[in-house]
């Protein structure tokens, strides 16, 4: 008797396990939207005098909280060169999405090159 064969779970068992994890995922707010915001008003960031001083480039990754009528409520810093972190954050604030039946989340890359 093959031992491994009596632990194994019937393929149609983790199918459906996936599906009912896939359905909760799409149940969360934030993680499952049907199309994806566009944004209206974009406001590039200004370079930090500091990163042009020591020739600084690279990116921030932020990730956004839009309200229902398109305006950036909250904005969480992912990762990024601290230099310039704040000139996208200041940046991507000023930023307006197209209006949605309800809040959004989204990740956003702001890079700066010289």
């Not at 149609?12 to 396990?17: A, P, Q, S, V």
């Not at 934030?30 to 042009?52: F, M, N």
């Not at 604030?93 to 890359?109: G, L």
């Amino acid at each position: 008797m093959n031992c491994h064969r009596r632990h194994a779970r019937p393929e149609w068992i983790r199918l459906l396990l996936c599906g009912c994890l896939l359905a909760v995922f799409a149940l969360l707010p934030g993680y499952a939207q049907s199309t994806p915001r566009k944004i209206k008003t974009r406001v590039e960031p200004l370079y930090p005098e500091l990163a042009k001083k020591n020739n600084i480039s690279g990116s921030a990754r932020l990730e956004l909280l839009v309200t229902p009528e398109g305006k950036v409520k909250n904005v969480k810093v992912l990762g990024g060169n601290p230099v310039l972190v704040q000139a996208a954050v200041v940046a991507v604030s000023k930023w307006k999405y197209e209006p949605a039946a309800e809040e959004s989340t989204i990740v956003v890359k702001v890079d700066f090159t010289q």
